[in-house]
C-alpha cells in the first residue's frame, strides 16, 4: 500500500483546492469507522489519497438534509476529480404495498454487483468497489453534476396544461429509457431496490437521466419486481401530474374536484397524493390515466414486469402522437 507523507499530500491539496480551503494539517484517516473520517481528513484507498470534503444528504421519508454520515464527498488527490466515497451502513424496515409487505435492507454487497453489471452504461451511475481496512466493501463513486428529475419537472410550462401538452410527451419519452433502464437490471436478475425520484439525476454533461444508488435489497414473495415497479408508478404519476397533486391542496386551492375522489382515486400507499388525475385534468388521456390507475389504491391488477409498463406506455405514446 502506498504511503503519504503529511508534506506530500498537502502539495497535492493546494493543486487542486482553493488556497483559503487547503488546512494547516493533515489526518490520514483509517477507513475502518467512518464516523471518525470528517472534514479536511485524508483516506487511503487503493493506494489512492481522497481529501474528505462534506457528508451527503439524504431525501428519505421527505427528510431533506439529513446527513449521511456513511457516505462522503471528497476529492481524487491524483487527478482532481470529484468522488463520492459510500462506506458500509447497516439498515432495515418493513414497507407496505396495498397487501404486500417487503423487508427492505441495505446491502453493499448488492450495490457493488450491480455497479460491475452497468459498467460502461450511460444510464447508470458509475464506480468501483475497494475494501476498507476491516474488509467491507467500499463503494467509490463517480459524481454526476445535474439535477434530479423533481427539480427539472416543477419548472416546466406555464401551469399543468400547457406542461402537459407541450412538455410531457418529451418527459415521457425520457420516462420510457428510465424504465428500459430497469428493465436491464431485472434481465440481469437485479433489482434497483430504491426507485425514488431523487434517485435520478439528469448528467449535465450528455442530457441524459442516470440512476443512482442500487445498495438497497428487499425480500420478496412472489411479486420479484413489485416494489421497483412501485417505484417507477410513483415516478409516473408524479411526472404525469407535474409534481404531486394532494388532497391537501386541492382543499386549499380546487375543492369541488376534491368532492369527486373517492378512496380508490389516491395513491396505493401515499392517501393523500392523488392517482386518478383524469378527474383533476380531464385532458389527460383515458389510456394514460388507466396506466396511474395501476398505481392506485383502487387498483385490482398490479404490473408483474417493466415489460407490461412499457407496452402500455406505448400505446400511451402514440396518442401524443396523433395530436
Not at 444510464?123 to 434530479?148: C, H, K
Not at 420479484?224 to 382543499?251: E, H, K, S
Not at 396506466?291 to 401524443?320: K, N, P
Request: with cysteine.
Amino acid at each position: 500500500m502506498a504511503e503519504y507523507g503529511e508534506k506530500e499530500l498537502l502539495s497535492m491539496i493546494r493543486k487542486w483546492m482553493p488556497k483559503d480551503r487547503v488546512p494547516k494539517k493533515v489526518r490520514i484517516k483509517d477507513t475502518a469507522d467512518f464516523f471518525r473520517v470528517d472534514y479536511d481528513d485524508v483516506v487511503v484507498l487503493g493506494d489512492v489519497p481522497y481529501f474528505v470534503r462534506n457528508n451527503e444528504r439524504e431525501g428519505r421519508f421527505g427528510i431533506e438534509d439529513e446527513p449521511k454520515f456513511w457516505v462522503k464527498r471528497a476529492i481524487n488527490l491524483l487527478t482532481g476529480e470529484v468522488k463520492i466515497l459510500k462506506w458500509v451502513f447497516r439498515e432495515r424496515f418493513n414497507a407496505r404495498i396495498g397487501s404486500l409487505v417487503f423487508e427492505c435492507v441495505r446491502s453493499p454487497q448488492k450495490e457493488a454487483r450491480i455497479l460491475e453489471l452497468v459498467k460502461g452504461r450511460g444510464e447508470f451511475m458509475q464506480g468501483i468497489t475497494v475494501a476498507d481496512s476491516t474488509g467491507n466493501p467500499l463503494r467509490i463513486l463517480d459524481y454526476i453534476q445535474g439535477r434530479t428529475l423533481s427539480q427539472n419537472t416543477i419548472g416546466l410550462g406555464n401551469g399543468h396544461e400547457d406542461y402537459f401538452f407541450d412538455h410531457f410527451p418529451i418527459v415521457l419519452d425520457e420516462y420510457l429509457g428510465i424504465v428500459e433502464a430497469i428493465r436491464f437490471l431485472h434481465d440481469s436478475g437485479e433489482k434497483h431496490g430504491d426507485i425514488r425520484r431523487d434517485h435520478l439525476i439528469k448528467d449535465a454533461s450528455t442530457g441524459r437521466y442516470r440512476w443512482i444508488d442500487y445498495d438497497f435489497n428487499y425480500r420478496h414473495g412472489e411479486s420479484r419486481f413489485a416494489y421497483d415497479l412501485f417505484g417507477l408508478g410513483n415516478i409516473l404519476v408524479f411526472l404525469a401530474g407535474r409534481g404531486d397533486v394532494t388532497t391537501q391542496r386541492l382543499l386549499a386551492t380546487d375543492p369541488a374536484k376534491l368532492e369527486l375522489l373517492t378512496s380508490d382515486d389516491v395513491n396505493i400507499v401515499f392517501h393523500n397524493r392523488v392517482a386518478n388525475l383524469r378527474k383533476i385534468y380531464p385532458y389527460i388521456p383515458a389510456r394514460l390515466n388507466r396506466i396511474l390507475m395501476h398505481f392506485s389504491a383502487g387498483a385490482q391488477v398490479y404490473y408483474e414486469t417493466t415489460l407490461e409498463l412499457l407496452e402500455d406506455l406505448g400505446e400511451a405514446r402514440e396518442e401524443f402522437e396523433r395530436r
